[in-house]
């Protein structure tokens, strides 16, 4: 059974930086495009950041030059660093496939951006 487990959630300052990880166990995502996804309250989930197996990165608008994200296939995790933090980036954080049948999806992790 693989399974999801994101961290590297809290509360923050705008301007403050966080990296959250996403650990896969019980499969390999070595083979697999990527993707955190965020979900803020009363919104839709949105794609964040993708990274191919290759290592190519496509990020959605809002985030370029902000965040990065990576990937370490022999640790089965990957990254996503935050830059400049801004109140609207407030979400629970997601990770999972970009494409075809998802692993079952995580609980996230927390990111809130608050003075």
């Known amino acids: 059974q693989v399974q999801l487990v994101e961290s590297g959630g809290g509360l923050v300052q705008p301007g403050g930086s966080l990296r959250l990880s996403c650990v896969v166990s019980?499969?390999?995502?070595?083979?697999?495009?990527m993707t955190w996804y965020r979900q803020a309250p009363g919104k839709q989930r949105e794609m964040v950041a993708t990274?191919?197996?290759?290592?190519?990165?496509n990020y959605v608008d809002s985030v370029k030059g902000r965040f990065t994200i990576s990937r370490d296939n022999a640790k089965n995790t990957v990254y996503l660093k935050m830059d400049s933090l801004k109140p609207e980036d407030t979400a629970v954080y997601y990770c999972?496939?970009?494409?075809?049948?998802?692993?079952?999806w995580g609980q996230g992790t927390q990111v809130t951006v608050s003075s």
């Open positions: 990274i191919t197996w290759g290592g190519s990165t």
């Open positions: 019980g499969g390999t995502i070595s083979i697999y495009t």
């Open positions: 999972n496939k970009e494409a075809g049948r998802p692993f079952p």
